[in-house]
């Protein structure tokens, strides 16, 4: 397996198709991550939620990390980190140009709302559904990815994933195997 850093392009490209991510916000020393469902538009991400533990920690410290990733196999895989800062988009008249695009946004896909806004039972009472609209300045955007190494001629060493019998670290344990 080989590890590249994705392009600019190519990581503003998977955040466009996805819609899941982590976001990590902080209180103190103590971090919390939870998954999103968000979209991406113009350097933003759009969400929706409900006030709870994620929306006070981020109102109180609006910096936040937020990972988004593609997996199709342990040796095929993207992810993107986007480094910025949380802003809320209140109900009132000169927010209502911004909660429109975020709602135009995340309409676009089917249940979008549901995740934020099911009933839910916290500490053993019900959690009030008090909506928020908020988007996340992107201030860093940076992507990996892993994609199968090709295989290697015969007679020359693979990587140390390479699950052939030529693998590196198959041929080093033989190796020392050999030794004892």
């Known amino acids: 397996m080989v590890i590249q850093n994705l ?29 999103i469902y968000f979209s991406y538009h113009h350097e933003c991400l759009y969400s929706f939620a409900t006030v709870g533990q994620k929306i006070e920690w981020m109102r109180a410290n609006p910096s936040v990390c937020v990972e988004v990733d593609e ?63 908020y988007r996340i300045h992107c201030s860093r955007i940076s992507g990996r990815r892993a994609i199968r190494e090709p295989a290697a001629p015969h007679g020359i060493e693979g990587s140390m994933t390479d699950s052939r019998e030529h693998g590196w670290l198959r041929s080093l344990l033989r190796r020392i195997r050999d030794r004892q």
């Open 71 to 133: 997996v199709e196999g342990p040796d095929h895989w993207a992810t993107v980190l986007i480094f910025g800062h949380y802003e809320e988009l209140p109900d009132t008249p000169e927010w209502a140009s911004d909660r429109t695009l975020a709602q135009t946004l995340l309409q676009r896909h089917a249940a979008w709302w549901e995740p934020a806004y099911t009933k839910s039972t916290v500490h053993g009472g019900e959690r009030p559904l008090v909506p928020v609209c």
């Open 7 to 35: 392009t600019r392009q190519a990581s503003l490209d998977l955040l466009a198709r996805t819609r899941l991510g982590r976001l990590a916000c902080a209180q103190g020393n103590q971090p919390y991550v939870v998954p």
